[in-house]
T-cell receptor, first 109, second 108 residues
Framework: GQNIDQPTEMTATEGAIVQINCTYQ??????LFWYQQHAGEAPTFLSY??LDGLEEKGRFSSFLSRSKGYSYLLLKELQMKDSASYLC??????????WGAGTKLIIKP | DTEVTQTPKHLVMGMTNKKSLKCEQH?????MYWYKQKAKKPPELMFV???????INESVPSRFSPECPNSSLLNLHLHALQPEDSALYLC???????FGPGTRLTVT
């Protein structure tokens, strides 16, 4: 079967660093997506990884290991506005996204 | 223009009403998607249009009827909905890298 696992909730402190992990099992693989979603709003695309390694975009970085079926999203210099849900999604061989349940990130001052 | 737009932002409808949701993008993307999202759940894929043709229908009830009049426009026609259809309806384009702001639908 196809499955995406990520933690349900994480808490971090303003100014700190947090890493949100995601493991996936899919029928074929065409890349791993991360999205940010604030309550009541649409998801916003953050990153796409299809090759192994780390991709950095400002305060946000995403890592992929295809052999381990593993990805993480790294958020640095946390700000209060980073409080949101973070969704991991893997694209299968049919180019359909398999979604994780999302990680609710709570930032404390 | 690098955005997907959706109208209306909010919609309240009765179970006997007929209404439509609209999605538009002018980025030349050939794939467009309809998703349904309930609170605290990930988005659920409903329909995929590729080159203006319906390529995926995820066993969605017939009270939801999609339409793609042209490469920039996607509609979702709603008829005889149930209260459990209340959700955020999202449109996306190009391998879901671009999501519209969504329509918050309430069925009474």
């Amino acid at each position: 079967g196809q499955n995406i696992d990520q933690p349900t909730e994480m808490t971090a402190t303003e100014g700190a660093i947090v890493q949100i992990n995601c493991t996936y099992q899919t029928s074929g693989f065409n890349g791993l997506f991360w999205y940010q979603q604030h309550a009541g709003e649409a998801p916003t695309f953050l990153s796409y990884n299809v090759l192994d390694g780390l991709e950095e975009k400002g305060r946000f970085s995403s890592f992929l290991s295809r052999s381990k079926g593993y990805s993480y999203l790294l958020l640095k210099e946390l700000q209060m506005k980073d409080s949101a849900s973070y969704l991991c999604a893997a694209m299968d061989s049919n180019y359909q996204l398999i979604w994780g349940a999302g990680t609710k990130l709570i930032i404390k001052p | 223009d690098t955005e997907v737009t959706q109208t209306p932002k909010h919609l309240v409808m009765g179970m006997t009403n007929k209404k439509s949701l609209k999605c538009e993008q002018h980025m030349g993307h050939r794939a467009m998607y309809w998703y349904k999202q309930k609170a605290k759940k990930p988005p659920e894929l409903m329909f995929v249009y590729s080159y203006e043709k319906l390529s995926i229908n995820e066993s969605v009830p017939s009270r939801f009827s999609p339409e793609c009049p042209n490469s920039s426009l996607l509609n979702l026609h709603l008829h005889a909905l149930q209260p459990e259809d209340s959700a955020l309806y999202l449109c996306a384009s190009e391998y879901e890298q671009y999501f519209g702001p969504g329509t918050r639908l309430t069925v009474t």
